[in-house]
């Protein structure tokens, strides 16, 4: 039982949260940024078992976080709601909350047939070939979404509100903050059980040297492409979360600027750091909302995020400054990361006596 103390303690605490959710304890801004966190750990967790792991260099993961986006958006669209697309919807709004998983997966499987037809270029390259390959795949992605209309094209898809409230309506609980709670445990517990099973060690095997994981008869070319599907299909996952989080989803949401935050978080952590990646993604997304200070608001400007009720607008000018300036300080003074390739219980040792995951 005392294995399972910090395990407990997580329940307990998600428990907690979505208590304080139901009860408006906590104000749509504080819970906007909570499951943002838990997005943003599915998509660095997800990044770090390719970039991390299996030692590649993927540079357009959000190539495949808008995929499963676009994939759960239009199934979730088309089933619960009235739509432009079919029309009438088709199945009743009330077996929403009931078939979200489902949906949320499907997103997944569709990413990750996606994330297969990139691996096939990574049996035969690596470094910055495959870093060039994956940056082609993302803008590849969003031009072709781009030119779905049945989708919105570039004017987006919405919609998916509609499904949040009719879960509401159903049952009058904190959905979104639940799934996002359910889903990234268990991405985490995914990527946990996979990376120290006999397929993980065969993806850090490829890393540390392919030859030689060839000739202790790995099959370096299935790795790879069990490696990407798995990352691609979560990062899928996440994208699905954050379309139904937000109610609406452009394809430029997912561009390569969206990519580099994924490698900012993978880097930050620590490659092959599962924890490190839980730990990177929160101090992250909590960095970022830090950099939305007010500034006097300019009429047209194009970095505007949000616009307040006194003429003040949050920007997010600063960001792609001094994050890259982060990341520029990292790779000189610690690019390990902040915890290298070491998890939480390697660092500190006595945390295994109170938590595990088997």
Same mark, same amino acid.
């Given at each position: 039982?005392?294995?399972?103390?910090?395990?407990?303690?997580?329940?307990?605490?998600?428990?907690?949260?979505?208590?304080?959710?139901?009860?408006?304890? &906590?104000?749509?801004?504080?819970?906007?940024?909570?499951?943002?966190?838990?997005?943003? *750990?599915?998509?660095?967790?997800?990044?770090?078992?390719?970039? /991390?792991?299996?030692? +590649?260099?993927?540079?357009?993961?959000?190539?495949?976080?808008?995929?499963?986006?676009?994939?759960?958006?239009?199934?979730?669209? =088309?089933?619960?709601?009235?739509?432009? $697309?079919?029309?009438?919807?088709?199945?009743?709004?009330?077996? @929403?909350?009931?078939?979200?998983?489902?949906?949320?997966?499907?997103?997944?499987?569709?990413?990750?047939?996606?994330?297969?037809?990139?691996?096939?270029?990574?049996?035969?390259?690596?470094?910055?070939?495959?870093?060039?390959? =994956?940056?082609?795949?993302?803008? *590849? *992605? $969003?031009?072709? $979404? +781009?030119?779905?209309?049945? !989708?919105?094209?570039? #004017?987006?898809?919405? /919609?998916?509100?509609?499904?949040?409230?009719?879960?509401?309506?159903?049952?009058?609980?904190?959905?979104?903050?639940?799934?996002?709670?359910?889903?990234?445990?268990?991405?985490? &517990?995914?990527?946990? #059980?996979?990376?120290?099973?006999?397929?993980?060690?065969?993806?850090?095997?490829?890393?540390?040297? %392919?030859?030689?994981?060839?000739?202790?008869?790995?099959? =370096?070319?299935?790795?790879?492409?069990?490696?990407?599907?798995?990352?691609?299909?979560?990062?899928?996952?996440?994208? /699905?979360?954050? @379309?139904?989080?937000?109610?609406?989803?452009?394809?430029?949401?997912?561009? !390569?600027?969206?990519?580099? +935050?994924?490698?900012?978080?993978?880097?930050?952590?620590?490659?092959?750091?599962?924890?490190?990646?839980?730990?990177?993604?929160?101090?992250?997304?909590?960095?970022? +909302?830090?950099? #939305?200070?007010?500034?006097?608001?300019?009429?047209?400007?194009?970095?505007?995020?949000?616009?307040?009720?006194?003429?003040? %607008?949050?920007?997010?000018?600063?960001?792609?400054?001094?994050?890259?300036?982060?990341?520029?300080?990292?790779?000189?003074?610690?690019?390990?990361?902040?915890?290298?390739?070491? %998890?939480?219980?390697?660092?500190?040792? #006595?945390?295994?006596?109170?938590?595990?995951?088997?």
């Amino acid at each position: 039982m005392k294995k399972y103390t910090l395990n407990i303690l997580a329940l307990v605490v998600c428990l907690l949260l979505v208590v304080a959710a139901q009860m408006d304890m &906590l104000d749509q801004y504080v819970l906007t940024i909570i499951m943002f966190i838990g997005i943003n *750990i599915i998509f660095a967790s997800s990044l770090n078992l390719v970039n /991390g792991y299996m030692g +590649e260099f993927s540079c357009g993961h959000a190539g495949f976080m808008c995929i499963g986006a676009y994939a759960a958006s239009f199934l979730s669209v =088309t089933l619960f709601t009235n739509n432009k $697309i079919l029309g009438a919807a088709l199945l009743p709004p009330y077996l @929403a909350p009931w078939l979200f998983l489902f949906i949320l997966l499907v997103g997944g499987i569709v990413a990750a047939l996606f994330g297969l037809v990139v691996a096939l270029p990574s049996f035969r390259t690596r470094g910055d070939y495959l870093a060039i390959i =994956t940056i082609a795949a993302n803008y *590849i *992605i $969003i031009s072709l $979404i +781009e030119n779905i209309d049945i !989708i919105g094209g570039p #004017r987006g898809l919405q /919609g998916m509100r509609k499904v949040m409230n009719a879960m509401r309506h159903t049952l009058d609980i904190p959905w979104m903050l639940i799934w996002v709670i359910i889903v990234t445990g268990i991405s985490l &517990l995914i990527l946990y #059980r996979l990376v120290n099973s006999t397929y993980g060690k065969g993806i850090s095997a490829v890393c540390q040297d %392919e030859v030689a994981a060839k000739i202790m008869s790995v099959n =370096t070319d299935r790795v790879k492409m069990v490696a990407f599907m798995v990352s691609s299909g979560l990062a899928g996952v996440a994208g /699905g979360l954050y @379309a139904h989080m937000y109610g609406y989803i452009n394809p430029q949401a997912f561009n !390569i600027l969206k990519s580099t +935050e994924g490698l900012v978080m993978v880097y930050l952590g620590g490659m092959a750091s599962l924890s490190g990646s839980v730990l990177a993604a929160i101090l992250f997304t909590l960095l970022v +909302e830090a950099l #939305r200070f007010a500034i006097p608001a300019v009429d047209g400007a194009l970095h505007a995020i949000h616009v307040l009720p006194d003429g003040f %607008e949050l920007s997010q000018v600063w960001k792609w400054v001094l994050i890259p300036l982060i990341l520029i300080l990292l790779m000189q003074f610690r690019p390990e990361g902040l915890l290298g390739n070491r %998890e939480l219980t390697d660092v500190f040792p #006595r945390l295994r006596r109170w938590f595990t995951l088997k």
